[in-house]
């Protein structure tokens, strides 16, 4: 039913890092479109970072050179290595899937349940 399945988020002070990791050993389109989103209560679900077929990167401009995406094809996993980490960064964060080799506006149809990062002063 959900074949993708976050782990690594926790509790950092500011300054910090967290790698975030994806299983998505059982998602079949792993090697496509993949993004890393997050979400605070009461907000709209952001866009954290996404890659495609290629490895190809985008970012929000939030996250931008302190965030990186990857894909480790031999785990199976799209990690979400994070630097520098700010209060303002506190969310859920989730991984996503979709049947698309690059990654457009199109919403996503395979969600995982998430995984809570907290940044604290």
């Known amino acids: 039913q959900v074949p993708l399945v976050e782990s690594g988020g926790g509790s950092v002070q500011a300054g910090g890092s967290l790698r975030l990791s994806c299983d998505a050993s059982r998602f079949i389109y792993r090697n496509l479109c993949m993004a890393w989103f997050r979400q605070i209560p009461g907000k709209e679900r952001e866009l954290v970072a996404n890659i495609d077929i290629g490895d190809r990167t985008t970012y929000s401009d939030s996250v931008k050179g302190r965030f990186t995406i990857s894909r480790d094809k031999s785990k199976a996993t799209v990690d979400l290595q994070m630097n520098d980490l700010l209060t303002e960064d506190t969310a859920r964060y989730y991984c996503?899937?979709?049947?698309?080799?690059?990654?457009?506006?199109?919403?996503?149809?395979?969600w995982g349940q998430g995984t809570q990062v907290t940044v604290s002063s």
């Open positions: 996503a899937g979709i049947n698309m080799k690059f990654c457009t506006g199109r919403p996503f149809p395979y």
